[in-house]
């Protein structure tokens, strides 16, 4: 089964290590993507976080794609309710003109963070309440391909630059809300089955069954996000994932740690019986160990869903060992570039 892989990046930080070596660390991985033959690099916006550094997508994608040249490159995603839909229109209107023919746009509603720090991202008195987010979606596609309709309050107001194409458009989530508004809209839509796996077929049939075609698209458009680990042997890949469960495990507690733990602290950590669970829980929501291992994992995955493309999220404390886990991935499963 041939399937199509690209990543999705949130710049992990790791307990030690500062947020530039965080970001560094994606230019780096995003360029080794590029080789082994990915077909995108998404990257993620999480806000007030210790132990993600990627806050601003728009501000990453460019730095990603002039140190590339055939990946698409875009955002996973952008957290539309924080913001205006212009700005964010002509933001990727700027991505779209700089880099033709490789910017993807993808939006997600979720706040990316805490209540609080989403209260702090609201764009003053006049903030949109969640409930508003189709209406911004709506606004922010219009105002890119300069068709606000002439009843709107801003008509003709356009995004620019303008020019002869646009950003890919999805829309991002993980139950059946977000793939229902995704289908009504005739847009491409992405899964987060590392979010939320329990019943992600069903979820994505029910996008495919409601689709619309639009200006868009004609026929629907689906990929899945799936956590992954791979390494040379499954107890190498088990022994590298202690340290995100152990990450996990303490957000859960309300104990979030100060990075991603390293591997050694993550051992010998004497673990109760109910930490325990849900280590084992965590282990099993993401496909880690040997590349044939890891390789049959997705290719699971990816027939459950009937999809072509998965996007990989690998999250570890040493960066050598996430680069190592995409290498890996990309010889077992024959990815190539052109």
């Known amino acids: 089964m041939t399937i199509r892989l690209g990543i999705v990046d949130q710049s992990p930080m790791r307990t030690g290590g500062t947020p530039r070596e965080a970001l560094l660390a994606t230019l780096a991985l995003a360029q080794a993507a590029d080789r082994l033959g990915y077909c995108r690099y998404w990257l993620a916006e999480h806000h007030n ?10 501000i990453l994608i460019p730095m990603i794609a002039a140190n590339t040249s055939q990946i698409r490159v875009g955002s996973g995603g952008v957290m539309l309710t924080h913001y205006s839909a212009l700005k964010v229109g002509e933001q990727f209107r700027m991505l779209e003109t700089l880099f033709p023919g490789r910017i993807d746009m993808g939006l997600g509603r ?45 008509r003709g ?15 991002l989530g ?49 990929n899945v996000g799936v956590s992954a680990l ?25 104990r979030s740690t100060a990075g991603v733990p390293s591997i050694e602290y993550a051992l010998a950590v004497e673990f109760t019986a109910p930490e325990q669970d849900y280590i084992r829980y965590q282990q099993s929501l993401a496909i880690e ?31 050598a060992h996430r680069l190592r886990s995409y290498e890996l991935l990309a010889q077992a499963c024959g990815l190539t570039r052109d």
Request: charged content about 25%; overall charge negative.
């Open 289 to 319: 160990g040997n590349p044939d291992r890891v390789r049959a994992g997705l290719e699971e995955i990816a027939e459950s869903y009937s999809v072509g493309e998965l996007l990989v999220i690998t999250i570890t404390h040493d960066y």
């Open 49 to 58: 976080s210790r132990t993600q550094a990627s806050a601003s997508p728009e």
């Open 110 to 154: 979720a706040p990316g963070s805490d209540g609080l720090t989403a209260a702090a991202l609201q764009h003053g008195p006049g903030a949109l309440p969640l409930d508003a987010y189709p209406d911004q979606v709506a606004d922010l596609l219009d105002f890119m391909a300069d068709t606000i309709p002439d009843t709107h309050r801003f």
């Open 230 to 254: 791979c390494a040379e042997t499954d107890e190498e890949a088990h022994r590298i994932g202690m340290s995100r469960h152990l990450m996990r495990l303490r957000r859960a507690e309300g």
């Open 174 to 222: 993980s139950a059946y809300d977000s793939a229902r508004f995704a289908a009504e809209q005739g847009l491409a839509f992405s899964f987060a089955h590392f979010i939320s796996p329990d019943g992600g077929p069903k979820v994505v049939q029910a996008y495919r069954d409601h689709f619309r075609p639009s200006r868009f698209l004609d026929a629907p458009l689906v």
């Open 157 to 171: 107001v356009r995004a620019i630059p303008s020019g002869d194409s646009m950003p890919a458009p999805w829309l």
